[in-house]
Structure formats: structure tokens, C-alpha cells
């Protein structure tokens, strides 16, 4: 048993300092050509890993023992309240309301990516190398496609969500996807066109149309005309996923009803208090980090295995061990590794050739901004109001804890003052986006101005 563990604990080190030494190579390439910079051939998440661990799993029992205990404890009040058994889940069925829509919706998103990405740049490739003219076919080329960008990916969902005013949860599918879709269209076309730029002899310069469908579907951000592949597909595997992915849902369904409605229902009808308000904060972190949990385990965990053994992705690397972070730069690289990538190939580094690396720390900022911009029209949509704490807290408090928690901060105290101020920060997201829901719900404004879309209701209501 020592040996086994003695040899998973430097096999996972060696890994590590590979993956580390992978993009350390990558960052210092001055070349603007795309370079394939290989995945890590991965074939278990963390959280699998660690579920081998009798004591881990535990955890995980535990987790499961709450929610029968929610469960129960729902149940049980509904029988006093109402005098039966209450098994609407009124809750779930307004959340994805309309769905019908949700799903003729993102079919016209996806077919839209599936063709005129892969239609443009195979015209414009096959015009490029022998035209006398090839400013002008690249103008014309990027010009439509930015146009199919902000039409059919950025209008059209947008134009669905606030004209039919669709409920939270089918407006986060549509939005979310929105989002998926953009980022994979702009990674298919920043890897091929340079291929084409080179115009390297005896190379194709167009991948297959198969392997950008592939790509579409794959859990990854960043197109690469091959990926680690698993021999065979795990369909056990994949339904123990999907069924955790709905478990995942009643879960957020009974923290909502059992600890969130009853809480913001009664405070919704107070004016407003301090001592009300730092309550609310320090009640809302409980269901805050609940939440969190559920939506890393139900999305990042089962939700992209799920679609990655179907697919036979090799690659599962979709979050590093982000719990152990003693700094908030450790937390944003490893928390999310799918779209961190996407940020450092294509926005950070990016920016650092365009200034010849002369700007890091603007560099740095500039992904920042990105990200809080995008986390914030997310929620701005999806809410039907805005409310910008998100984006506060990303360039605001993100940004300080990024430089002053940093990776030179080591030890178990560090450790716990992130997860401190993690914990904090969800209990402020809760809190004022609860609030600001249901004084839009309460207190609407007939013929509301500029002014009023902007200012939160809640700084007036409560």
C-alpha cells in the first residue's frame, strides 16, 4: 500500500511539472503562428481520483445525507402546512420554463456555428494564397464573419431571452451556450488561420469538417485537429453521470426552497436595515457555497465527463485541485482549467504579442475585464436586471486579491483565508441578488427610464 501510494504521489508530481513546464515553453514562443501545444493526456478528473479514497467518498456521503435530510425535512413541512404530500417542484418547472423554445433556439445557434465559421474560412483559404487581392478577401472575410457573430450568436439569443422573458434557468442554457459557442468559433478560426497565413507547402489548410464537429461537441475551448482518445466508451459511466448532474438540480431545488425563498420573502417586505442586511449576508452563505459546490460538481465534474467519455476525450483536465489554492491566482488557474486556457491563449497572450510583451500586469487586466464583463452580462440577462456585484467584485476585490494573495503566499493560513473570503463573497452574491429579484418582482416601475434600469431597485425599496 505505501508503494502504490509512494508511486501515485510522484506520478502526479511528475505530471504536474510537465504541464508546468508545457506552458512555461509556450508563454516564451515570440512566434504569432499556431503552435500545438499538447493536452494533457489525462484520463481521470481529480474529484475520481480522490472518490477512490474510502475517507473522501465519505465526504461525498455526507453530501448525499443532506439532501435526504432536505428532502425530508420539505416533505414533512408541507404535510403540516397543506395536510398531504406536496411533489410539484413548482419551483423546477417555472426555472426551465418555455424549454421547447430554449431548444429551437440553440439548434439555429449551433447549426449557425457548425456551417459559416467552417464555409468562410474554406472559401477564404482557397482564394487567399493566389489572389492579387488578399487584403481585401480577408477584410471581407473577417467583416462577415463578425457580422454572423454579432447577429445570429450575439443578437438572436439575446433578442429570444428579453422578448419572451424567459425564466432564469432556461435563459442560463441560452446564454451559457451563447457564450460556449462564441469562444469555439473564435478558437476554430485563431488556429486556422495562421495555418493559412504560412502558407507552409504540401499542408492541408483546412481541417475536416469532421473534426470541427468533433470539436463543437468535445469538453474543450481551444481546436486542435487531434486529441488523446479512450479506446472504448463507458456508458455505465455516463448515465452515473447525467444522474448526478439531476440530482445536482433537486439538490439546488430544496436549498432554494428550504433556505433561500423563506429568508428573502420575509426581508423583502422590511424596510432597510443594517443590522438586517449583515444578516442576510452571513445567512446566504450556507446556500452560497452550496450552490458553488453543486455547480462546479454538477458542471465541471460530471457534466463535461459525461460528454467526454461519450466522446472518448481523453483529456480530463477540466479543474486541478483548486480547494487546496493559498492564493487567488492559484484559485482563478485551477478552478476552471476550460476556460482559463481559453483566456491565456487567446486574450493574454494574445495582448502580450500585440505590445512585444512590454505590458504583463496589462496584460493580466485585460483578462480580468474580459471575464468580469462576461460573468456580468450572463447575470445581467439572465436576472433581467442589472445589478453589477459581480463585476465589482471581479476587478475590484479580484484584482487586489490576485497581486496580494499570490502564489508566493504558502501555508495552511493562506488556505484558509481564501476559502474565507470565498465563502464571504458568495453570501454577498446571494444576498444582494436575492434582494434586487424580488424588489424588481414586488415593486415594478410602470414606464421605468434609463435611470431606473440602472440604478438597483433595492437601494430604494428596502
Same mark, same amino acid.
Given at each position: 500500500?505505501? +508503494?502504490?501510494?509512494?508511486?501515485?504521489?510522484?506520478?502526479?508530481?511528475? =505530471?504536474?511539472?510537465?504541464?508546468?513546464?508545457?506552458?512555461?515553453?509556450?508563454?516564451? %514562443?515570440?512566434?504569432?503562428?499556431?503552435?500545438?501545444?499538447?493536452?494533457?493526456?489525462?484520463? +481521470?478528473? /481529480?474529484?475520481?481520483?480522490?472518490?477512490?479514497? =474510502?475517507?473522501?467518498?465519505?465526504?461525498?456521503?455526507?453530501?448525499?445525507?443532506?439532501?435526504?435530510?432536505?428532502?425530508?425535512?420539505?416533505?414533512?413541512?408541507?404535510?403540516?402546512?397543506?395536510?398531504?404530500?406536496?411533489?410539484?417542484?413548482?419551483?423546477?418547472?417555472?426555472?426551465? %420554463?418555455?424549454?421547447?423554445?430554449?431548444?429551437?433556439?440553440?439548434?439555429?445557434?449551433?447549426?449557425?456555428?457548425?456551417?459559416?465559421?467552417?464555409?468562410?474560412?474554406?472559401?477564404?483559404?482557397?482564394?487567399?494564397?493566389?489572389? !492579387?487581392?488578399?487584403?481585401?478577401?480577408?477584410?471581407?472575410?473577417?467583416?462577415?464573419?463578425?457580422?454572423?457573430?454579432?447577429?445570429?450568436? %450575439?443578437?438572436?439569443?439575446?433578442?429570444?431571452?428579453?422578448?419572451?422573458?424567459?425564466?432564469?434557468?432556461?435563459?442560463?442554457?441560452?446564454?451559457?451556450?451563447?457564450?460556449?459557442?462564441?469562444?469555439?468559433?473564435?478558437?476554430?478560426?485563431?488556429?486556422?488561420?495562421?495555418?493559412?497565413?504560412?502558407?507552409?507547402? !504540401? +499542408?492541408?489548410?483546412v481541417p475536416q469538417f469532421t473534426q470541427y464537429i468533433y470539436f463543437l461537441f468535445a469538453p474543450t475551448l481551444i481546436y486542435r485537429d487531434k486529441y488523446p482518445r479512450n479506446?472504448?466508451?463507458?456508458?455505465?459511466?455516463?448515465?452515473?453521470?447525467?444522474?448526478?448532474?439531476?440530482?445536482?438540480?433537486?439538490?439546488?431545488?430544496?436549498?432554494?426552497?428550504?433556505?433561500?425563498?423563506?429568508?428573502f420573502r420575509s426581508i423583502s417586505m422590511q424596510l432597510f436595515d443594517l443590522r438586517a442586511m449583515v444578516l442576510c449576508v452571513f445567512n446566504s452563505i450556507l446556500p452560497g457555497?452550496?450552490?458553488?459546490?453543486?455547480?462546479?460538481?454538477?458542471?465541471?465534474?460530471?457534466?463535461? =465527463?459525461?460528454?467526454?467519455?461519450?466522446?472518448?476525450?481523453?483529456?480530463?483536465?477540466?479543474y486541478k485541485d483548486w480547494w487546496n489554492s493559498t492564493s487567488f491566482a492559484n484559485y482563478y488557474r485551477t478552478w476552471n482549467v476550460v476556460v482559463h486556457d481559453w483566456l491565456?491563449?487567446?486574450?493574454?497572450?494574445?495582448?502580450?504579442?500585440?505590445?512585444? /510583451?512590454?505590458?504583463?500586469?496589462?496584460?493580466?487586466?485585460?483578462?480580468?475585464?474580459?471575464?468580469?464583463?462576461?460573468?456580468?452580462?450572463?447575470?445581467?440577462?439572465?436576472?433581467?436586471?442589472?445589478?453589477?456585484?459581480?463585476?465589482?467584485?471581479?476587478?475590484?476585490?479580484?484584482?487586489?486579491? =490576485?497581486?496580494?494573495?499570490?502564489?508566493?503566499? +504558502?501555508?495552511?493560513?493562506?488556505?484558509?483565508?481564501?476559502?474565507?473570503?470565498?465563502?464571504?463573497?458568495?453570501?454577498?452574491?446571494?444576498?444582494?441578488?436575492?434582494?434586487?429579484?424580488?424588489?424588481?418582482?414586488?415593486?415594478?416601475?410602470?414606464?421605468?427610464?434609463?435611470?431606473?434600469?440602472?440604478?438597483?431597485?433595492?437601494?430604494?425599496?428596502?
Open positions: 500500500h505505501l +508503494k502504490a501510494d509512494l508511486m501515485r504521489q510522484f506520478d502526479t508530481q511528475v =505530471n504536474e511539472f510537465m504541464d508546468s513546464l508545457i506552458e512555461e515553453s509556450a508563454s516564451l %514562443g515570440s512566434s504569432h503562428v499556431s503552435t500545438v501545444f499538447p493536452l494533457s493526456d489525462k484520463e +481521470k478528473s /481529480k474529484l475520481s481520483e480522490l472518490f477512490e479514497v =474510502n475517507h473522501i467518498r465519505t465526504i461525498y456521503h455526507m453530501f448525499i445525507a443532506l439532501l435526504i435530510l432536505f428532502i425530508f425535512s420539505t416533505l414533512v413541512v408541507d404535510f403540516i402546512d397543506e395536510g398531504r404530500l406536496v411533489l410539484e417542484f413548482d419551483l423546477l418547472v417555472y426555472a426551465f %420554463g418555455q424549454f421547447p423554445l430554449v431548444v429551437v433556439t440553440w439548434m439555429c445557434m449551433f447549426l449557425s456555428t457548425l456551417v459559416v465559421p467552417y464555409v468562410l474560412l474554406s472559401v477564404w483559404a482557397g482564394v487567399y494564397p493566389t489572389s !492579387n487581392h488578399r487584403a481585401l478577401w480577408t477584410v471581407l472575410a473577417g467583416s462577415l464573419l463578425l457580422l454572423y457573430q454579432g447577429l445570429c450568436l %450575439g443578437f438572436l439569443p439575446t433578442y429570444v431571452v428579453l422578448k419572451n422573458g424567459l425564466p432564469p434557468a432556461s435563459c442560463f442554457i441560452l446564454i451559457l451556450e451563447q457564450v460556449r459557442l462564441i469562444m469555439k468559433a473564435h478558437s476554430f478560426i485563431r488556429e486556422n488561420v495562421p495555418r493559412v497565413l504560412s502558407l507552409e507547402p !504540401n +499542408k492541408a489548410t479506446p472504448c466508451i463507458r456508458w455505465g459511466y455516463v448515465a452515473t453521470k447525467f444522474s448526478q448532474v439531476l440530482g445536482c438540480l433537486f439538490y439546488a431545488y430544496y436549498i432554494f426552497v428550504r433556505l433561500c425563498i423563506p429568508q457555497v452550496l450552490v458553488l459546490f453543486l455547480a462546479f460538481f454538477a458542471f465541471l465534474h460530471c457534466w463535461l =465527463n459525461a460528454f467526454a467519455e461519450m466522446l472518448r476525450f481523453g483529456d480530463r483536465m477540466f491565456y491563449y487567446y486574450v493574454y497572450r494574445d495582448f502580450l504579442w500585440m505590445t512585444q /510583451k512590454r505590458f504583463r500586469a496589462a496584460a493580466m487586466l485585460v483578462v480580468f475585464t474580459v471575464s468580469a464583463v462576461v460573468h456580468e452580462y450572463v447575470l445581467a440577462i439572465c436576472f433581467g436586471f442589472f445589478y453589477p456585484v459581480m463585476f465589482c467584485l471581479f476587478m475590484c476585490f479580484g484584482m487586489v486579491f =490576485n497581486f496580494v494573495l499570490n502564489d508566493r503566499r +504558502k501555508g495552511p493560513i493562506w488556505n484558509v483565508i481564501m476559502w474565507t473570503l470565498l465563502f464571504l463573497g458568495q453570501g454577498v452574491l446571494i444576498c444582494l441578488y436575492s434582494q434586487e429579484w424580488y424588489a424588481q418582482r414586488f415593486c415594478p416601475i410602470q414606464e421605468p427610464s434609463f435611470l431606473d434600469l440602472l440604478k438597483p431597485r433595492s437601494w430604494t425599496i428596502f
